[in-house]
């Protein structure tokens, strides 16, 4: 639960350099700066054959995964509430469970049917207000949940290939290139909240911040699964709405409506009612 509150710590601190500094460049200057420590834990943990990469396309794929949902979503921050961007988010569950059925061949009970229902209404009910205000970039963290789906799925398929930390590196050594290239590309769009200039101290800081915490989070996550199944823990991901409802109540002044909390409140029902799914057909794997 500490390392799904603190990954919302990390978001707001995004939040907060606002028009500072384009997201493109931030999204980048994020995973470079988290790059070269993750390079160091990686090589002093287990030396040159930490760094030999197993599948390499599928790697590949998931630094791109990463890649995008994060500027979709450092996108979203700096457009929409953070509850609300935060709680779109959480229908990423559902997208993996729609993605599983139609690329991994796994089966999909009623149950996952219903979860994807309530989910896709809680999504309108938080959408609503943004999408009158913003019009389809309120649509942004709803890519992001997509992409994050998608890395879900390959990290499936290159489960056990390699450490935890090594995946975290190879993700980075992927996602800071690529970012790098979207940050140029925007640079050079000619769009003025695009453009990058020399960031100042206090956009750097921010940005190693999220790196480390970021980093942190991810460990926190790793040592649960150690102690507990990350079944057992995937409920805790939902500490990180109240998180985000305080943030933005105590350092934004933003209090969501009666219907966005109701669906975010849907949302919620949408990953429980998955999650209790799937904690069902693992027991009945283990009985058999």
Not at 63 to 72: E, H, K, Q, Y
Not at 212 to 228: C, D, N
Not at 256 to 283: E, R
Request: charged content about 5%; proline content about 6%.
């Amino acid at each position: 639960m500490a390392g799904f509150v603190l990954l919302t710590c990390g978001d707001a601190v995004i939040k907060s350099v606002g028009g500072s500094w384009p997201a493109p460049a931030l999204a980048a200057l994020r995973f470079t700066i988290a790059l070269p420590i993750l390079s160091v834990m990686l090589a002093w943990n287990q030396g040159k054959t930490g760094f030999i990469v197993v599948h390499p396309m599928l790697h590949f794929w998931r630094g791109f995964a990463i890649a995008a949902s994060s500027l979709c979503f450092f996108l979203s921050l700096f457009l929409m509430p953070l509850a609300e961007a935060t709680a779109i988010v959480f229908v990423s569950p559902v997208f993996t469970a729609v993605l599983s059925a139609l690329f991994l061949k796994e089966p999909m009970h009623p149950r996952g049917w219903l979860a994807i229902v309530v989910g896709l209404a809680g999504v309108a009910c938080v959408l609503r207000p943004n999408v009158l205000s913003l019009g389809l970039t309120a649509f942004l963290p709803l890519v992001a949940a997509m992409f994050f789906s998608m890395l879900m799925l390959l990290n499936r398929r290159v489960a056990g290939s390699a450490s935890p930390l090594a995946m975290q590196w190879a993700l980075a050594a992927v996602a800071a290139p690529l970012l790098i290239v979207a940050a140029t590309a925007a640079h050079f769009s000619g769009l003025p909240q695009f453009a990058v200039t020399m960031p100042d101290a206090n956009v750097v800081v921010r940005a190693a911040i999220v790196a480390v915490t970021a980093s942190i989070s991810h460990w926190l996550l790793y040592m649960g699964t150690l102690r507990a199944s990350a079944a057992s823990i995937a409920p805790a991901i939902y500490a990180q709405l109240p998180a985000a409802l305080i943030i933005d109540a105590l350092i934004f002044g933003h209090f969501p409506d009666i219907l966005a909390i109701a669906g975010a409140l849907l949302i919620i029902t949408a990953g429980l009612i998955l999650w209790k799914g799937q904690g069902q057909k693992g027991s009945r794997l283990a009985a058999d």
